[in-house]
């Protein structure tokens, strides 16, 4: 058990990243009406434990004011901990965390974040999927089908966990699947909904991925149901090896960069 411990309790400093040394995160909460997932606190717990580990500093809101330029400049990156549903309150705030994308901004987000801002298209094609159905609560596996990126670094080969298996629609090409949903380890007594959603998929699904974003670097992972997950070594080290990752490719914020004028101003072909 000590060898299995310490095979996945990895510091971000192992993988020589200076950039998430002495950086800023923002964390944010809010939920839109609809389903609040209970394991929130224990995710803020949990980065804000990753962070005294790992010499960041982690700012925590669910309050939609933050999102204006001048504040959102002061963070690497944004973390979206299981929102779900509108959490903005006005489009000039959607437009502000558009243009930190653009500018060069990363962004994390964990679990029911697919199921957030599911009327904004620019927004649904950032996160790469938006929520359609998740399967009950139950163990099953997944696996890691990118050996070699960085983020995967501690995360097991097939990683067998209790959590809920998420399916998604609107699927955005330019996402990079890093970890993929085994369907056929899922229990079949909801196999009409499992084959429904899985649509065109067969035997894995998209779990956990990245993508470049309009200047942003984007990492997505949609597990983490439980709040017990977060004091889960391993999933802890899958989490830092995100935030790690996408704190990786920061390059510094240029507004130059952020053309968007509305929310919804077509994507900027690059």
């Not at 990752?245 to 914020?253: D, E, R, T």
Request: one cysteine or more; proline letters at 3%; a negative charge.
């Amino acid at each position: 058990m000590v060898t299995c411990f310490l095979a996945f309790s990895f510091s971000a400093s192992e993988s020589n990243n200076d950039k998430l040394k002495n950086s800023h995160l923002l964390v944010y909460t809010k939920n839109g009406k609809g389903y609040i997932h209970d394991n929130i606190s224990a995710a803020v717990d949990c980065i804000k434990d990753l962070g005294i580990q790992n010499n960041f500093s982690v700012e925590v809101s669910d309050n939609p004011t933050v999102f204006t330029e001048a504040n959102l400049k002061k963070y690497i990156m944004i973390v979206f901990a299981s929102t779900n549903n509108d959490v903005f309150d006005s489009d000039e705030q959607r437009l502000s965390f558009r243009r930190y994308i653009e500018a060069g901004g990363g962004f994390v987000g964990i679990h029911s974040v697919t199921g957030t801002e599911r009327n904004w298209h620019w927004f649904k094609m950032m996160i790469g999927e938006t929520f359609s159905w998740h399967a009950k609560f139950q163990k099953f596996r997944i696996k890691k089908m990118d050996t070699e990126h960085p983020s995967m670094r501690g995360v097991p080969d097939i990683w067998e966990r209790e959590d809920e298996c998420y399916f998604g629609k609107e699927l955005y090409p330019g996402m990079k699947v890093l970890m993929a949903h085994e369907i056929q380890s899922l229990q079949q007594d909801q196999a009409d909904m499992i084959n429904k959603n899985a649509g065109s998929f067969s035997t894995f699904y998209p779990a956990v991925w990245w993508q470049h974003f309009e200047g942003g670097n984007i990492w997505i992972t949609t597990l983490g149901h439980s709040k017990e997950n977060y004091n889960d070594p391993v999933y802890r080290n899958h989490l830092l090896q995100g935030i790690n990752f996408v704190a990786s490719q920061y390059k510094g914020l240029n507004y130059a960069n952020a053309h968007a004028l509305t929310k919804d101003d077509p994507l900027k072909l690059e």
